[in-house]
């Protein structure tokens, strides 16, 4: 049974965040570094001096509270989420899914114009589920809460909570996972799928020797980004409890983790602020400081890479991207490709949905909803017009 929510945060946990702000051991940086070792010292200061003296959180909990919040529990398992209705004559459900590291807060740009009518007075219902271990819904205690899971449990909250026959889901990042299994396995309740991102482990375990020129090419730029930037992955699938500990304990280095990728992941063109406010990113990092989420949000990888490496090593699995036409999700899906991200040719990706919409956006990164809401809410709306399926 639903409930209604409202976020509060203890003034208490606000005012050890500054305690601990202000009692934070700085390391050192090389001269001139940049962003090319990691988090740039400088603007890191910058956002914590912020965050400690001029960062308004009620204001921000008081914008949040503005939305529509609830809470559930699915399968034993709490579930936090928004829920907009179409402010149209006739409205599709939609779910939204968000990534890592960001929450619920990507998707708060874009609500407003997908439950807005448009001139025919079509409009979608939103729904904005927060991935469990993250922000308000409930924190994992055991093993085994996955992509696969995860799906599992939103496409219950989509049918069987909140009664809807079929949906439309949306995701990026870790939503685009979740998104696909969503496909996978819960594909009579689906209407389609819109992704921003194909999840790279289909790149990476395809054999080369039977790959397009393009799809080398694509899959050497994947293994170039795992070199180069995929450390943050490796730790979080593998040893995610040791690296929560300084996290959970530091807001600064919460701060620094979290703020690198929104750097090195966006369209910014190397000034972060050019896509994202401060307030913006610290009402993020505050939703992971105040619910202690950063460790059980590093596990989902953990659990995740579990998953698939009992698929890779199931004799009886087909993970092969050509041995695979009898598990091809058949749910028609839009893909939107941002600037700054990388996807591989639309002929790899047609290996594993049916696509039916290829678009190359002029701008934006991989917190897509954030930096150029209007232009994935005129692709998601579009994809809704070319399925021919509202009501």
Known sequence: MESNFQIAVEPSVLSDLKRRLAATCWPDE?????????????????????????????????????????????????????????????????????????????????????????????????????????????????????????????????????????????????????????????????????????????????????????????????????????????IQSTRPQTLAYGLNDSPTGLAAWIIEKFYKWSDCHGNLESCFTKDELLTNITIYWATHTINSSFRRYHETMQDIAREMFNPLAKLNPFDRTGSKIKVPTAVAQFKTDLLPPKDFANRFFAIQRWTKMPAGGHFTAMEQPQLLASDIRAFADELEIKP
């Not at 200061?45 to 001029?54: A, D, G, I, N």
């Not at 399968?75 to 899914?97: I, M």
């Not at 050497?220 to 490796?234: D, F, L, P, R, S």
């Open 30 to 234: 090389v001269d001139n570094a940049d962003w090319q070792y990691g988090t740039n010292e400088t603007y890191l200061r910058e956002l914590c001096t912020y965050w400690q003296h001029s960062f308004d959180w009620q204001k921000q909990q008081d914008y949040l509270n503005s939305f529509s919040h609830f809470k559930t529990t699915v399968d034993g398992t709490g579930l936090h989420y928004l829920h907009h209705k179409g402010q149209g004559t006739n409205s599709l459900p939609l779910l939204l899914t968000h990534g890592w590291p960001d929450s619920f807060v990507r998707f708060l740009k874009i609500i407003p114009l997908l439950t807005q009518a448009d001139a025919h007075g079509f409009a979608f219902d939103v729904v904005v589920p927060s991935i469990p271990g993250h922000g308000f819904s409930a924190i994992p205690t055991k093993p085994g809460m996955n992509n696969r899971q995860i799906a599992k449990l939103f496409a219950s909250l989509m049918t069987e909570e909140l009664g809807y026959k079929k949906f439309l889901a949306h995701g990026g990042d870790a939503g685009s996972e979740i998104t696909e299994q969503l496909g996978l396995y819960h594909a009579d309740a689906l209407l389609g799928i819109h992704l921003t991102d194909i999840p790279y482990h289909h790149i990476i375990v395809a054999d080369e020797a039977r790959l397009s020129s393009a799809e080398k090419a694509y899959k050497a730029e994947v293994t170039k980004w795992q070199q180069t930037e995929g450390a943050y992955n490796m």
